[in-house]
């Protein structure tokens, strides 16, 4: 049960990385979405971790009432990769 919280928790919150990061106006509406696509997805931990700090070093996660920034192809394409070098390095540390 708690690894189920746990793996709901995660998707959440990857969803709602996810939702940030495509600039997406109905936050509700596009979090139960991608909650739903990221659910089937299975992304782990250090993936979204190392998408969310990506995304903090190109400035596009903010705090309070700023205005979210809409991140440029480039900048989308360097979380993405950053994710899957994490999920890559997780595949050979498994090995």
Same mark, same amino acid.
């Given at each position: 049960?708690? %690894? @189920?919280?746990?793996?709901?928790? *995660? &998707?959440?919150?990857?969803?709602?990385? *996810?939702?940030?990061?495509? +600039?997406?106006? &109905?936050?509700?509406?596009? !979090?139960?979405?991608?909650?739903?696509?990221?659910?089937?997805?299975?992304? &782990? %931990?250090?993936?979204?971790?190392?998408? *969310?700090?990506?995304? @903090? %070093?190109?400035?596009?996660?903010?705090? +309070?009432? !700023?205005?979210?920034?809409?991140? /440029? !192809?480039? @900048?989308?394409?360097?979380?993405?990769?950053?994710?899957?070098?994490?999920?890559?390095?997780? /595949?050979?540390? &498994?090995?």
């Amino acid at each position: 049960m708690e %690894r @189920q919280l746990k793996c709901y928790v *995660l &998707s959440a919150t990857a969803a709602a990385a *996810l939702v940030f990061a495509a +600039g997406c106006e &109905s936050l509700n509406n596009a !979090a139960m979405d991608a909650t739903a696509e990221v659910a089937e997805a299975s992304v &782990s %931990r250090a993936q979204v971790v190392a998408e *969310l700090r990506e995304a @903090q %070093r190109l400035g596009l996660i903010t705090v +309070g009432e !700023a205005t979210v920034p809409t991140p /440029t !192809a480039e @900048q989308a394409r360097l979380i993405a990769e950053a994710g899957a070098q994490a999920a890559a390095r997780e /595949t050979v540390a &498994s090995k």
